[in-house]
């Protein structure tokens, strides 16, 4: 099974979430549509801006982790930036 980390972001709101899922396209919609709780829900529409492919549950739970530590915010910041070109 295959394993994606992936980086969504909200132009409306300027907000962006870090996930892991083994489905990246349900959990799109999941994020989107369906979902009636949670953080994502306040902030739709989502667009996703960056995905990272891994084979082990472990390496994306681990790579995710690192997104959310500080020099992650900061990597992260940088691919958001990069998406929408701002220097």
Known sequence: M????Y??????HQKSYTGISSNLISRFHSHNKYATKGWTISYR????IHIEFFESKKEALSREKWFKS???????????????NIV
């Open 45 to 48: 529409p989502w667009i996703v």
């Open 2 to 5: 295959e394993y994606v980390v």
């Open 70 to 84: 500080g020099i992650g915010r900061k990597e992260k910041k940088e691919i958001i930036n990069q998406f929408f």
């Open 7 to 12: 980086i969504l972001y909200s132009q409306k």
